[in-house]
């Protein structure tokens, strides 16, 4: 996904070519059409009934296209606030695009986004590091994301819904993926943003009113895949021998080295010392530019794989050896229950191929630490 194809679907919603809140615009079955906040119409105690002629809806180029219909009557609107608009195209159709669409983004991998304007804003803002946490209700297609609370702040550090009046109609997208996919539009800012959270309606809502888009399970999209292949292999081919050498040599008098020098002479024979010494190294790395570059991404992945983690690190990893084929054994050992535990811990959330790289992570360092170490037996 671009921003220019998210700003691509960037709507205004205007009556009498004032601005009322934000919409998704896209082309479908060869109308142009947009989706939005059910009051942005009919009113925030949903008590107004609109006259088609006083309302338009601008695009990202700055066209007005009158409305000509509102799918989604009051009632509908009171119980869900998503209505479904179509309106008259006073430019080239051919110059929208559709996004896709997907059902509630539950999945902690999705990291999502959403961009509309607010009353104090002359244009488009885009709001990102936004992260599903709860559904509301069992029938309302309402759920609830997390946002830093400093994104829903002024200039005097005062939080609240009334100056970010006009955001309720944004469509929300998922950030992490290559292609553009709506899962809803921000209904509300609950609590004035006092709560660091939104409310959304998803998508899904617009069924009850024979708005046949075709909605993805959110649970089907392939993120393992595209999310992580191509930050693994760029992973991957930057820790080569050049950055094994160069944290050897920063590292000449650091703990770390000295643990890795004594602990691998007590698993190893002497010819294989060096060698499995840049392959620890090159795990140890590999791990840390994976949490760097991909679960910095998300928080919530990030939080989950650290709770896993810490867990683990309160077992006694400490091995009682009488020679090296004892103490490569229980490393063996060592290695394999954690893998397991953490596929056990993780494994929804995480593919398989993370799963080994952030095992061997952790037990690298163990090894270049205090954690793990091979004791003399008896």
Known sequence: MSFAQINNTTGFVQKNNSFIGSSVMFPWK???????????????????????????????????????????????????????????????????????FCGIPKN??????????????????????????????DLSHHFLCDIEKALLMNDVYKSGSDWLGGWSGSGLFIDNHSELICAGIMCEIPNKGNDAQLLFASVLALNEIGVDLEIIPASELD???????????????????????????????????MFLNRKLNEVYPEQLVQFNKRRIIKQLLNGKSYLAAELSKNEQLLQLY?????????????????????????????????????????????????????????????????????????
């Open 108 to 137: 902690p991998k999705h990291s999502l986004l959403f961009r509309g304007r607010y009353k104090a804003s002359d244009s488009a803002v885009t709001r990102k590091k936004i992260t599903y946490n709860t559904n509301v209700g």
């Open 306 to 378: 650290k709770n896993a983690y810490r867990v683990y690190d309160l077992e006694s990893k400490q091995v009682y050896v009488d020679n090296k084929q004892e103490a490569r054994a229980g490393l063996t050992a060592i290695k394999k229950d954690y893998e397991t535990y953490l596929s056990q811990s993780i494994g929804q959330e995480f593919s398989a191929t993370d799963v080994k790289l952030l095992a061997a992570y952790g037990v690298s360092e163990w090894i270049a630490d205090c954690s793990l170490d091979f004791l003399p037996n008896g």
């Open 30 to 100: 060869g109308e142009l059409c947009a989706i939005t906040a059910g009051h942005n119409f009919y009113g925030k105690d949903f008590d107004q009934q609109p006259d088609m002629v006083e309302w338009q809806i601008t695009d990202y180029n700055g066209q007005s296209h009158p409305v000509i219909e509102i799918l989604g009557d009051v009632e509908f609107a009171k119980a869900h606030d998503i209505v479904f608009v179509k309106v008259d195209c006073q430019s080239n159709l051919m110059e929208f695009i559709c996004p896709k």
């Open 223 to 257: 993120f393992d895949r595209r999310l992580n292949t191509a930050s693994l292999d760029a992973i991957l081919q930057s820790v080569d021998e050049n950055a094994v050498n160069k944290w050897e040599t920063e590292n000449q008098d650091s703990p770390q080295l």
